[in-house]
T-cell receptor, first 113, second 109 residues
Framework: GAGVSQSPSNKVTEKGKDVELRCDPI?????LYWYRQRLGQGLEFLIY????????KSGLPSDRFSAERTGESVSTLTIQRTQQEDSAVYLC???????????FGPGTRLTVL | KNEVEQSPQNLTAQEGEFITINCSYS?????LHWLQQHPGGGIVSLFM???GKKKHGRLIATINIQEKHSSLHITASHPRDSAVYIC???????????FGTGTSLTVIP
């Protein structure tokens, strides 16, 4: 596609449920990032994928968060046993390499009731 | 203490004014990014800098590595420049990104 896409655009879930968020990066982009933006707060780095290298998971806030990426394509961010504090916009970005310009997706707004 | 500090937090300007947004950081970095976030939430990358100065249209970004400081300038500001401007740095070691809390700019016609 022409840009980074994310799905769903909105997700409302009940506390304790698992959710899966999807990111389709720009074709050919080897680097992929996940970020979180809580209401009224700044962006937080979550995880970074670069090609077939082991991902940098240093930003994941707890072991309830995990992410996968198949090769240089789609990535999924999974949050298990969601909590109300997980409510945020989850943003994905991709770039042509580790030092490339990042292109951001529109985000998934997650609301945990 | 935040690794990235931006100032001002909020800025209101008259159309046509010259605008400066500042960013200071406390960690060693490999690159600094300026991002623009519009009211609808979409984020666009404006610049990526590791040294010196870059210009794109009415936007200019500078970085001083020794002083750990960057500025984003907007010349001849326009209402469509109204957005939140975010400074982000990539650590010199590893892939961790740190973000400033953003500067909310409103340009009045």
């Amino acid at each position: 596609g022409a840009g980074v896409s994310q799905s769903p655009s909105n997700k409302v879930t009940e506390k304790g449920k698992d959710v899966e968020l999807r990111c389709d990066p720009i074709s050919g982009h080897t680097a992929l990032y996940w970020y979180r933006q809580r209401l009224g707060q700044g962006l937080e780095f979550l995880i970074y994928f670069q090609g077939n290298s082991a991902p940098d998971k240093s930003g994941l806030p707890s072991d309830r968060f995990s992410a996968e990426r198949t090769g240089e394509s789609v990535s999924t961010l999974t949050i298990q046993r969601t909590q109300q504090e997980d409510s945020a916009v989850y943003l994905c970005a991709s770039s042509s390499g580790p030092m490339g310009e990042q292109f951001f997706g529109p985000g998934t707004r997650l609301t945990v009731l | 203490k935040n690794e990235v500090e931006q100032s001002p937090q909020n800025l209101t300007a008259q159309e046509g004014e010259f605008i400066t947004i500042n960013c200071s950081y406390s960690v060693g970095i490999s690159a600094l990014h300026w991002l623009q976030q519009h009211p609808g939430g979409g984020i666009v990358s404006l610049f990526m800098l590791s040294s010196g100065k870059k210009k794109h249209g009415r936007l200019i970004a500078t970085i001083n590595i020794q002083e750990k400081h960057s500025s984003l300038h907007i010349t001849a500001s326009h209402p469509r420049d109204s957005a939140v401007y975010i400074c982000a740095v990539r650590r010199g070691t590893g892939n961790q990104f740190y973000f400033g809390t953003g500067t909310s700019l409103t340009v009045i016609p």
